[in-house]
């Protein structure tokens, strides 16, 4: 861990209970909880309030996850603004299926644009709540997580002098590349990988989508998804090489792969569209065991990543947020260690359960490319079966809306 002493010419340290380090979903949502209960903290962040309500990011929310930001003040503008979704479809062998989840569950999705949830959820921590948070820090340091008395240091952006803030706890919640996950000296934790060996093209496009729901086109040629956004946005993801450069696709072949891959029998074709975004993602995952390092606790991308796969990535962030920012509320108000001590282990449960459920996914939306026949043919058993045995059907339904994993 980091046992860094502050810059000597720093100024006296603030006090506060808790320091959050990174203005995220995760980030903000924990200090939403701790600004109800009464309880004071600061949010870092190295990014302007402009650029983190701008940045283009996920957008299914499951229905838990809905009600756990209802019932702490933080969905008003989400349940009324947001597209509710009870069914996707899967395009296959030159057909289309359409998979009616609320049908055989009670429950669906919400997609709401994360950056919309972020403007809700800075304006009701900072704005209603009376939150304090800085924008644009920079270098960012941890000390003493081991003891009882650790502090965060940061650079003022106006001053460019380094400022203190000595804190009980320090909930790091500032993703994958953050200074907090990166503090965690190697062999205090346990980090388990996997590479899917594939890349997605992550497009954003200025075109109604062509379906009133999200599309999974499972092809010989490679995966193709279409995620609605707004009546006037959609989300596409093209299977590609990993690493692959996004110059490489031109608008043609971005809208003759989407064509070709999400096509059907009695499918009108998506509509065309400007590309406002073009950008790689290596379909990765990683999860860090346990979360918490002495007073050092990790939400989020710091301490987890799942590939966009199964859309659960702010899913799990929300979880670990509402599991920390209550844990803390019961340590700092009523001196109850009990639920903290049990954070680790209550978000890994979620975590790996989301994590096994990804890796089945993967390999039902991309079997049919991997050139393969024997995965190919199984995979095409697999698909069959989501539409044939309604225990299968259930099984999926329950695993895509994470309501199998109550924990």
């Not at 057909?95 to 919400?110: A, I, N, P, V």
């Not at 499972?218 to 690493?243: I, K, N, W």
């Not at 009108?268 to 790689?280: D, Q, T, Y």
């Amino acid at each position: 861990m980091t046992q860094s002493s502050p810059n000597a010419h720093s100024l006296a340290p603030q006090r506060l209970p808790v320091v959050v380090v990174g203005a995220g979903p995760a980030g903000l949502t924990v200090g939403a909880i701790l600004r109800a209960a009464g309880l004071d903290c600061l949010v870092l962040e190295t990014e302007s309030r402009e650029f983190i309500e701008r940045r283009p990011r996920a957008g299914v929310i499951e229905e838990w996850a809905v009600r756990g930001l209802e019932r702490r003040g933080l969905a008003g503008n989400l349940l009324e603004r947001a597209e509710l979704h009870t069914a996707c479809e899967f395009r296959f062998a030159g057909e289309r299926y359409r998979f009616s989840y609320q049908e055989l569950t009670g429950s669906h999705h919400w997609v709401y644009p994360q950056p919309l949830l972020v403007t809700d959820l800075v304006h009701e921590y900072a704005d209603v709540r009376g939150g304090r948070i800085r924008f644009g820090v920079r270098d960012v340091r941890l000390h003493h997580l081991d003891g009882d008395r650790p502090s965060v240091s940061y650079i003022c952006p106006e001053s460019g002098r380094r400022e203190v803030v000595a804190c009980e706890f320090v909930a790091g919640c500032d993703g994958a590349r953050g200074v907090t996950r990166a503090s965690v000296v190697p062999g205090r934790a346990r980090v388990a990988r996997h590479d899917y060996g594939i890349g997605w093209l992550a497009l954003l496009a200025e075109a109604a989508p062509s379906a009133d729901c999200v599309l999974f086109g499972c092809h010989p040629d490679g995966f193709a998804g279409q995620m609605p956004r707004s009546p006037e946005v959609t989300r596409y993801y093209l299977q590609c090489p990993p690493g692959d450069d996004p110059a490489n696709w031109s608008h043609e072949r971005v809208w003759t792969a989407l064509r070709r891959r999400l096509g059907a029998a009695g499918a009108p074709p998506p509509v065309e569209g400007r590309l406002i975004e073009k950008r790689v993602l290596d379909m990765h995952d990683y999860v860090t065991e346990p979360m918490a390092f002495g007073r050092l606790f990790l939400a989020g991308d710091a301490a987890h990543l799942v590939a966009p796969i199964a859309a659960k990535g702010l899913n799990l962030a929300l979880h670990d947020a509402f599991l920390l920012g209550d844990s803390l509320v019961a340590r700092l108000t009523e001196g109850d260690d009990s639920a903290l001590a049990g954070y680790s282990e209550g978000c890994l449960r979620r975590v790996w359960d989301y994590q096994e459920f990804s890796q089945w996914l993967a390999e039902l939306y991309h079997g049919s490319a991997a050139g393969d026949p024997f995965r190919a043919g199984t995979t095409l058993a697999r698909l069959r079966r989501l539409f044939s045995s309604p225990t299968a059907a259930a099984s999926f339904a329950e695993q895509y809306l994470g309501t199998a994993a109550r924990y």
